[in-house]
């Protein structure tokens, strides 16, 4: 079975303490090898709120960062460009964690599906939100 690469919105519900994403994380982490890109890392840091730095860094430290090297930018690019040619427009973050879990043979969870239209990365079926 796959390891798993958490998208920034399901590490953004877990450090909030969504308690279906952290009970969902949890159980996971004791099956799989858990990670994240360094995008995401990115994209947290610059969206984190005063008293989170603290929690955010433990998250992180027991994170499997997965690299981005140049066989990862360049499907990133590739899906772009195929993408951009059928009218879709993808962000280049989204691009490279796809282009992350094709290539490392990892399972995405997202929320945010529609963000990744590729069929040929695995996505993880993520739990209904409750409101």
């Known amino acids: 079975m796959n390891d798993y690469l958490l998208d920034s919105d399901v590490i953004i519900w877990f450090l909030r303490g969504r308690k279906e994403v952290v009970n969902l994380v949890k159980s996971l982490a004791g099956e799989r090898l858990l990670g994240c890109s360094p995008l995401s890392i990115i994209e947290i840091k610059l969206g984190m709120k005063k008293g989170e730095e603290k929690a955010t860094g433990i998250f992180f430290d027991a994170m ?68």
């Open 64 to 131: 499997k960062v997965w690299a981005i090297d140049r066989e990862i930018a360049e499907q990133a690019a590739d899906y772009i460009q195929s993408y951009k040619k059928s009218g879709i427009s993808l962000d280049f973050v989204d691009a490279a964690i796809a282009a992350t879990c094709k290539l490392r043979n990892l399972t995405l969870m997202t929320y945010n599906a529609d963000h990744y239209p590729m069929q040929n990365i695995a996505k993880y079926k993520m739990p209904q939100l409750t409101v």
